[in-house]
């Protein structure tokens, strides 16, 4: 009796969530932002099945009748944001082993019900890179998740390529994060610090040669090597090099390096970016940036500054931010955007910076980071203008589901603080999704 | 033709002395500001209003109406015009930005309990982190030692000008830093090793203070003549406590000994209103974007906003950090406070002027706009929380002593 009536339950619940996502929903009069087009006043946005369907001016369209409607009016959407450089999720990389390690990969260390996705969700953000630390060279592979709800398992959070595998980079570092004055099998110097990562790279390259040479013939394939696969990846520009760097000189470096061996490179961090901006711009690598209440903390930031925004847009390279969450807190995001037009950097491009600009440098530009038909419906609503100290987050919308909701006094509690904010999440069934994971 | 000339020269002359005078009117001198709005801090803002400035102090504060600027005055023109901001407490000028053993002051690991660790003989009025408050509108800061021991040392107030401590330095001695929870623990087979131990030693010391202000022939070492002054209440306490528990505890230890105390940072001060309110002292509350975790865990951004609601005094900090960044600042912290709607801007910004200024006991000298007070200003060209608006300029004791756009 008890299990029919769980079945009956359940069987309800189904058919509630098939119907809410096969109903198209349109949000409706609200100012629209879409990033890849110019502002709408009074606007639309059409989603259906995870998908948006349309947007435009909400004065020129009819709906059909089986639409949703919400009146949107007074509020701002935009696309939900794209963080290019976070931490969370408790996830862990390399371990003190040695200053590179490919193989590790931060998707096996993510917990799922870390109360920091939520926390991330509450910020707008949809879309994260979470990587590993940067006491290493190079501390392991980096995972793109979208902040879906209710994640039993890390599966649950990956976007997936064309070929169905989980999307990510990999982190490297330069700069004194990964020097260790003791010596040892970690680098005592800059020079050092470049002469390693040669080697890996040069290793790699002779054992993607090999791999090439076996061919067919099985006995003359080299051992198999997770770390070596990891670089050819990486050589193959199959595998996007994040790489944390933030002296001028470490931003050069980094930059010899790709040009070296032809990686596929985006800068993060970049401190000193408005001391070679035009260099990076010339070298057209893409540059994600991080704004920090005061200089220093340590010695490669002492000249870190606001204007790095404007530097960068001003000499045309693309330019992202990230929050490295937790050195800044994802819930406040938006933030970096208004921190940057405080300096010089343009509106447009500011916000373009926690959008369109991320999602490019994690090869993500066909599915998130702007409002377009086809796009995912990955958007949030805000109380006002995005720049603004004044204005909420108030909900954030993943694949055409609700994952946050400000009015919900248990999202309010993530957003703003308060006695067990910061608790891992228990599984709750109100988002049951077709796995019961830990529940039962 | 010639009279022409003539004019031309003199006018010519006229315009060469405005420019040698320009160069040559110092920083300090008479100085009125002009703006769309005037936050005095002592009643409603004045719209477009004017504070003159004189040697030092200021002079007048209104309506533009009915101030009229002397002649030779420097005219300077702002949107918006607050009191200097005070950053209720740092460690900022003893801890430095660079991080690293020689400019991080703010702590000695040699002993659990250093009372007479002074403030002053480690700040560092040059520091670039001073700087850069200043150029945010931040004129006075409370710093010293900083939380993590049980009794780390002093505090300090100053000015965030000066080219040395003597000239930055309005109180020498503030307070003593006191640390209760997790984080006041010596570590491992040292004591304080449990919070019960803390208040152990605490009431030892608090006791041998005691029975010292009885005697005549009491030891003079810095430690007894520090002791002393909090025990005859000359100074304050100020405890850093984060669980409620320890707020708790910082009240019952100085209703116990009858001492003045400052709660600091208070993470779950929320969860105890009541008991803090009833002890009547005020609250120094963590920054708006302190991280949470740990004995954090539960703080809340609203926590500023639900203290002042229950008629507690609070003031808002930076606080101290130990990586990055290596100081907040407090401008963005009430901005944040502020902005989630539940206290209005005025009362965020009291939080940083004069709510702070009473709670350090230096209000008749800052914390508002009112003629006789230390002239410090800062200057924005918009609403002084918005991310996109800028400190324009900054003014200490009646010099102008910053003019970068921040």
């Known amino acids: ?440 | 033709m010639y009279t022409l000339e003539l004019k031309r020269a003199s006018q010519m002359f006229l315009l060469l002395l405005a420019f040698v005078a320009a160069a040559v009117i110092p920083a300090n001198a008479q100085i009125a500001v002009k703006a769309n709005e005037i936050w005095t801090m002592a009643g409603n803002p004045i719209i477009n209003g004017v504070v003159l400035i004189k040697d030092g102090k200021i002079e007048a504060v209104g309506p533009a109406a009915s101030v009229r600027i002397p002649t030779g005055y420097r005219v300077i023109n702002a949107q918006i015009v607050t009191p200097g901001l005070i950053d209720a407490h740092t460690v900022v000028g003893l801890n430095g930005y660079l991080n690293q053993p020689h400019d991080q002051m703010a702590l000695d690991g040699g002993a659990s309990i250093q009372p007479e660790l002074r403030a002053t003989d480690a700040y560092n009025a040059q520091e670039r982190l001073v700087e850069w408050l200043r150029e945010f509108g931040v004129t006075t800061i409370h710093t010293g030692h900083q939380p993590s021991a049980l009794v780390s040392g002093q505090t300090m107030i100053a000015k965030t000008w000066g080219k040395n401590v003597d000239e930055a330095t309005i109180v020498p001695t503030a307070m003593i830093a006191v640390t209760l929870g997790d984080s006041a623990n010596a570590g491992a087979g040292k004591s304080p090793g449990t919070r019960a131990k803390q208040v152990a030693m605490l009431r030892a010391e608090l006791i041998k203070a005691q029975e010292n202000a009885k005697k005549s022939d009491a030891p003079k070492d810095l430690k007894t003549v520090a002791w002393a002054s909090v025990i005859n209440r000359q100074v304050p306490l100020l405890v850093t406590a984060d669980r409620a528990q320890d707020i708790v505890t910082a009240i019952r230890i100085a209703r116990e000994f009858n001492i003045r105390i400052v709660l600091d940072s208070a993470a779950e001060g929320h969860m105890v209103v009541n008991e803090i309110k009833s002890s009547g002292f005020p609250v120094i509350v963590h920054a708006t974007m302190a991280r949470a975790g740990g004995q954090t865990e539960n703080l809340s951004m609203e926590n500023a906003y639900i203290l002042r609601a229950a008629g507690i005094p609070v003031a808002l900090q930076s606080g101290y950090e130990g990586y990055v960044p290596k100081t907040r600042v407090v401008l963005f912290e009430a901005a944040m406070a502020a902005a989630n709607r539940r206290l209005l801007p005025r009362e965020a910004m009291a939080m940083i002027t004069i709510d702070a200024a009473r709670i350090l006991g230096i209000d008749k000298r800052v914390g508002s706009l009112e003629k006789g007070k230390d002239a410090d200003l800062a200057m924005y060209d918009g609403d002084p929380f918005e991310w996109t608006s800028h400190c324009i300029g900054t003014i200490i004791n009646g010099r102008v002593v910053s003019e970068v756009i921040r």
């Open chain 1, 1 to 440: 009796m008890r299990k029919l009536f769980l079945l009956l339950f359940f069987a309800g619940l189904f058919a509630f969530n098939i119907s809410a996502q096969q109903r198209p929903t349109a949000f409706i009069n609200a100012r629209i932002i879409p990033i890849s087009g110019p502002v709408i006043e009074q606007g639309i946005l059409l989603v259906r099945d995870g998908k948006i369907v349309a947007v435009g001016d909400a004065r020129t369209v009819r709906l059909a009748a089986d639409v949703v409607v919400i009146d949107a009016a007074g509020k701002v959407i935009m696309p939900g944001l794209v963080d290019t450089h976070s931490h969370i999720g408790d996830g862990s990389g390399a371990d003190a082993s040695g200053p590179i390690q490919p193989d590790v990969r931060l998707m096996d260390g993510l917990n799922v019900r870390s109360s920091s996705l939520q926390r991330a969700q509450s910020g707008g953000l949809t879309t994260v890179n979470v990587m590993p630390g940067s006491g290493h060279l190079d501390s392991g592979q980096t995972l793109y998740i979208k902040l879906r709800d209710s994640a039993v398992k890390v599966d649950d959070l990956f976007i997936l390529d064309k070929a169905g595998k989980y999307m990510g980079g990999i982190k490297f570092a330069n700069g004194t994060n990964s020097l260790r004055a003791g010596g040892g099998a970690f680098p005592g110097t800059r020079a050092k610090s470049a002469a390693l990562v040669r080697d890996q790279l040069i290793k790699a390259q002779e054992y993607r040669d090999k791999v090439k040479k076996a061919g067919n013939d099985a006995s003359k394939l080299p051992p198999r090597d997770l770390a070596m696969e990891a670089l050819v990846e990486v050589l193959d520009q199959k595998r996007m090099v994040h790489f944390h760097t933030h002296r001028h000189d470490d931003i050069m470096t980094a930059l010899r390096l790709q040009k070296e061996f032809g990686f596929r490179l985006v800068l993060q961090h970049v401190s000193e970016a408005w001391k070679v901006a035009d260099e990076i711009a010339r070298a057209k690598v893409p540059a994600s940036i991080i704004f920090i209440d005061s200089p220093g903390g340590k010695l490669e930031t002492m000249d870190i500054d606001f204007k790095n925004g404007a530097a960068l847009e001003k000499a045309g390279a693309l330019t992202g931010f990230h929050t490295d969450d937790g050195i800044t807190d994802s819930r406040w995001f938006l933030r970096s955007a208004g921190l940057a037009v405080r300096a010089g950097m343009s509106r447009e491009k500011a916000l373009y910076a926690v959008t369109m600009a991320n999602a490019i440098m994690l090869d993500l530009q066909d599915r998130v980071g702007s409002l377009e038909p086809g796009k995912d419906a990955d958007f949030i609503l805000l109380s006002g203008d995005p720049l603004s100290v004044y204005t909420q987050v108030l909900e954030t919308w993943v694949e055409g589901k609700k994952v946050f909701d400000r009015s919900d006094p248990k999202d309010y509690l993530l957003q703003v603080g308060g006695v067990g904010a910061t608790n891992d999440r228990v599984q709750h069934l109100d988002c049951f999704d077709g796995d019961l994971g830990g529940w039962n």
